[in-house]
């Protein structure tokens, strides 16, 4: 077999008529009911609200919120919003709506938990976690992304917490060198300001900051040098959040550089320009490039959804040169979501990309060069 299998023809509509489609079916590579805006709305305002109320009883009635960290507390509400927002509006098209079911659907399978009980928390390490995928690119692009990954997450889990009222720091004293590390009013562990215990968690952001800022930069230099990432590249979508990570991190370390070197010379304008950079940053995760933050564990899913198919050998071939392509389930699951989208040449899915290539031209041969041999 040289081609794959024609779609039945359909026949031709009358001219100048337009087929009207059945009443309670949804236009192609939409979800049927309410609109996608209406919904993204909704489940961005329930967010917005349920974070709101975790926010008043974690801090105790706000009892232990910070009124001076107000914007960025403000500006996570946002963050939230914008999420919920985005991921409704994401999971409405079908490509994504099926990895969304078939990802989470794996993550929380419990026959897959009984096929390969290790196999998710191994794929949460190497795939969300170590990213070892990165590594097979570039090796240079994988410490990069790393510094970048580890340092955000140290910087959300201490700025978050704090942002809200959730963290508390105290001393009986009132000045130290005591203090007692609360969460939500619980006290969780003692330390002395002057050690090293102390030193990090006094200092656990300017840690974050010397992770992100050779990261950031090693992709800002990439972004200028390269001439495969120049081609493609958008100021607005690659450039800005890069430099948006380096103004965070310097401006957070010229803080701490400021109130101990300098008495706190500057340190109001310093103040005031990383917190103008931290909840710009904030407002645009949702809709820029970190947006891949929030759908990457979906993607985690997909990866354990075609392990555990190979696991039962499920395992698809080329229907001309019968070369493993993927799993079956996998290739059922890209078929589906082609013909969601009306397209109509959904089984070319069943060839590997080299026959795919070979097909290809051999129609150019004979069917557009056939009357110029």
Same mark, same amino acid.
């Given at each position: 077999?040289?081609?794959?299998?024609?779609?039945?023809?359909?026949?031709?509509?009358?001219?100048?008529?337009?087929?009207?489609?059945?009443?309670?079916?949804?236009?192609?590579?939409?979800?049927?009911?309410?609109?996608?805006?209406?919904?993204?709305?909704?489940?961005?305002?329930?967010?917005?609200?349920?974070?709101?109320?975790? !926010? +008043?009883?974690?801090?105790? @009635?706000?009892?232990?919120?910070?009124? %001076?960290? &107000?914007?960025?507390?403000? =500006?996570?509400? #946002?963050?939230?919003?914008?999420?919920?927002?985005?991921?409704?509006?994401?999971?409405?098209?079908?490509?994504?709506?099926?990895?969304?079911?078939?990802?989470?659907?794996?993550?929380?399978?419990?026959?897959?938990?009984?096929?390969?009980?290790?196999?998710?928390?191994?794929?949460?390490?190497?795939?969300?976690?170590?990213?070892?995928?990165?590594?097979?690119?570039?090796?240079?692009?994988?410490?990069?992304?790393?510094?970048?990954?580890?340092?955000?997450?140290?910087?959300?889990?201490?700025?978050?917490?704090?942002?809200?009222?959730?963290?508390?720091?105290?001393?009986?004293?009132?000045?130290?060198?005591?203090?007692?590390?609360?969460?939500?009013?619980?006290?969780?562990?003692?330390?002395?300001?002057?050690? !090293? +215990?102390?030193?990090?968690? @006094?200092?656990?952001?300017?840690?974050? %900051?010397? &992770?992100?800022?050779?990261? =950031?930069?090693? #992709?800002?230099?990439?972004?200028?040098?390269?001439?495969?990432?120049?081609?493609?590249?958008?100021?607005?979508?690659?450039?800005?959040?890069?430099?948006?990570?380096?103004?965070?991190?310097?401006?957070?370390?010229?803080?701490?550089?400021?109130?101990?070197?300098?008495?706190?010379?500057?340190?109001?304008?310093?103040?005031?320009?990383?917190?103008?950079?931290?909840?710009?940053?904030?407002?645009?995760?949702?809709?820029?490039?970190?947006?891949?933050?929030?759908?990457?564990?979906?993607?985690?899913?997909?990866?354990?959804?075609?392990?555990?198919?190979?696991?039962?050998?499920?395992?698809?071939?080329?229907?001309?040169?019968?070369?493993?392509?993927?799993?079956?389930?996998?290739?059922?699951?890209?078929?589906?979501?082609?013909?969601?989208?009306?397209?109509?040449?959904?089984?070319?899915?069943?060839?590997?990309?080299?026959?795919?290539?070979?097909?290809?031209?051999?129609?150019?041969?004979?069917?557009?060069?056939?009357?110029?041999?």
């Amino acid at each position: 077999m040289t081609e794959p299998p024609p779609a039945p023809a359909a026949p031709p509509p009358a001219p100048n008529s337009v087929r009207p489609a059945p009443a309670n079916q949804a236009p192609a590579g939409q979800m049927p009911g309410r609109p996608v805006s209406v919904r993204a709305t909704a489940a961005g305002t329930a967010v917005s609200l349920l974070l709101i109320v975790a !926010i +008043v009883l974690g801090s105790r @009635f706000l009892r232990d919120f910070d009124s %001076a960290l &107000l914007p960025y507390a403000v =500006a996570s509400v #946002f963050l939230a919003f914008g999420v919920a927002y985005r991921y409704t509006v994401w999971i409405s098209a079908p490509g994504a709506r099926r990895l969304f079911n078939r990802g989470w659907g794996s993550l929380f399978s419990r026959a897959n938990f009984r096929k390969a009980p290790t196999a998710l928390p191994k794929m949460i390490a190497t795939y969300l976690g170590f990213q070892k995928f990165l590594g097979a690119r570039s090796h240079a692009r994988w410490a990069a992304h790393q510094l970048i990954f580890w340092g955000c997450i140290l910087a959300a889990l201490i700025t978050f917490p704090l942002t809200w009222g959730w963290f508390t720091f105290t001393s009986g004293s009132g000045s130290g060198p005591g203090y007692e590390m609360r969460i939500w009013g619980f006290k969780i562990i003692g330390f002395d300001s002057l050690n !090293i +215990v102390g030193w990090l968690m @006094f200092h656990g952001l300017d840690v974050a %900051a010397v &992770l992100v800022i050779p990261g =950031a930069a090693y #992709f800002l230099w990439r972004r200028m040098k390269d001439r495969g990432a120049m081609t493609g590249q958008r100021f607005a979508y690659d450039l800005v959040p890069l430099l948006a990570l380096i103004v965070i991190s310097v401006t957070g370390l010229l803080l701490t550089f400021s109130s101990i070197f300098l008495h706190g010379g500057g340190y109001e304008f310093l103040a005031v320009l990383h917190m103008v950079s931290v909840i710009f940053t904030l407002i645009y995760i949702p809709f820029g490039k970190f947006f891949h933050i929030v759908q990457r564990p979906a993607a985690v899913g997909m990866q354990l959804f075609k392990y555990t198919a190979r696991q039962d050998e499920q395992v698809f071939t080329c229907r001309r040169c019968h070369e493993p392509i993927d799993t079956g389930p996998y290739v059922d699951n890209l078929r589906a979501t082609m013909r969601d989208l009306d397209l109509s040449f959904d089984a070319w899915t069943e060839y590997c990309p080299r026959c795919k290539r070979v097909l290809r031209g051999n129609a150019y041969l004979s069917q557009v060069k056939k009357g110029f041999k």
